[in-house]
């Protein structure tokens, strides 16, 4: 371990940037800089700590705020003079109580037809938050959750009747309604897709290890 920490290019100050990252979701929570110090204290500890570059000083993340990342892993670049870490947050990442410190879109280029589950979800809060007329999405958080868990009722009630058909393009169609259906009711009890990325991930034999063994 030591060699490696010893091959780290830290810059004239003495900090090298550490980019954090979410285990489970692999999203990019913050960047931040480490000295040799906070980098040691991390590696002892198994909780980031990084350096402060306006208060010129040590700070663990959650020391203040109980938002502690648990380090599943450290990883170098090519050049050595930069950061990813690996963690299992308790808390938002950043100081406003977001989930990331990156949220302000700048631009979004052409996806080319890409779709996920997340850009879904934000479609769906953001018909929630701005409720649009003539909206199916809307419509369904207007009449609240009673009518929601109908829906997620009717649709589980679908796809089991169409896998009892044993017709795969039916059954396709019907688990895109139940997820659809699903996926607002998430949006109206506030559960995020990450939420259930992580309690999946929990029941994993192998994480479950990897997070025992950052906990030691």
Request: glycine share 6%; aromatic share 8%.
């Amino acid at each position: 371990m030591s060699d490696i920490i010893n091959k780290l290019k830290f810059d004239d100050k003495g900090l090298i940037p550490a980019i954090v990252q979410d285990w489970y979701t692999k999203e990019v929570l913050m960047l931040a800089y480490m000295n040799k110090e906070s980098l040691q204290i991390t590696i002892d500890e198994g909780k980031t700590c990084f350096y402060s570059r306006s208060r010129q000083a040590l700070w663990r993340k959650g020391e203040t705020s109980g938002n502690f990342q648990t380090v599943v892993s450290i990883t170098a670049d090519c050049d050595f003079d930069s950061l990813v870490i690996k963690v299992i947050k308790d808390g938002p990442a950043c100081h406003t109580g977001a989930e990331s410190c990156f949220f302000n879109d700048i631009i979004e280029m052409d996806k080319q037809g890409s779709f996920t589950m997340q850009d879904l979800y934000k479609l769906i809060m953001g018909r929630k938050t701005d409720k649009k007329e003539g909206s199916y999405t809307s419509y369904l958080f207007d009449k609240g959750k009673e009518k929601i868990l109908k829906k997620v009722g009717e649709e589980c009630t679908e796809v089991v009747i169409a896998g009892m058909k044993d017709d795969k393009k039916e059954t396709i169609f019907e688990i895109s309604d139940l997820a659809y259906h699903v996926l607002v009711l998430m949006a109206q009890m506030d559960i995020k897709p990450s939420d259930i990325k992580e309690e999946l991930a929990s029941r994993h034999v192998v994480d479950k290890k990897v997070k025992q063994e950052t906990m030691k």
